[in-house]
């Protein structure tokens, strides 16, 4: 009888509507973990943690053109099940993709931020769900980063070279991030 192997790419969108929790701790096998709706991510490479970082402080950067004000996110962006996932970030990515897209471009009229590393995105859909992810992500890397051992820069170090990133290039790739939605509409 003959095997035949098959590899599957696993990916989890985590949808997050509103304020909420994050938690930072270390796990018992000593390994930081950052709990958050519905999943809880174990760090296993500090250079995941650092890129998740990055593309947070970019998703800070957008977050006044794409959510100019505080705008309820309502009932339709609250999942109708409950899935708890644990995640192992164990790689070390290249970077970070975040998706904007504004309310005035939005089939449903709320804004959505969304960060995106290998397999996993978490989606935000209003101002307080991207300012609760930011604060959990960076006190997640902080933990990584105050270790000493990884030689990584500071989380404050990691946001200022994002933020000088993004304001030379940040423009574009919103108006990138629009287009998308409207060809996405149109086709």
């Not at 980063?145 to 994002?162: K, Q, T």
């Amino acid at each position: 009888m003959e095997t035949e192997t098959v590899e599957a790419v696993s990916r989890l969108t985590i949808h997050i509507a509103g304020e909420h929790e994050t938690d930072a701790s270390i796990g018992l096998t000593l390994i930081p973990l950052l709990k958050i709706p519905t999943a809880i991510i174990e760090f296993r490479h500090p250079t995941g943690a650092r890129v998740w970082w990055e593309g947070w402080c970019e998703a800070a950067e957008m977050l006044s053109r794409i959510f100019p004000q505080q705008v309820d996110a309502g009932e339709l962006r609250e999942p109708e099940l409950t899935i708890n996932s644990f995640v192992l970030l164990d790689d070390a990515p290249r970077r970070a993709k975040i998706r904007a897209r504004s309310a005035a471009v939005s089939p449903d009229g709320i804004g959505a931020l969304s960060v995106t590393v290998g397999g996993l995105t978490i989606a935000c859909a209003s101002r307080n769900a991207v300012e609760c992810q930011v604060r959990g992500w960076r006190e997640a890397y902080d933990m990584f980063a105050r270790d000493g051992g990884f030689g990584l820069p500071s989380a404050d170090e990691v946001a200022a070279r994002v933020r000088a990133d993004h304001a030379r290039h940040g423009v574009t790739e919103l108006s990138t991030a629009a287009e998308e939605q409207r060809a996405g509409r149109a086709g």
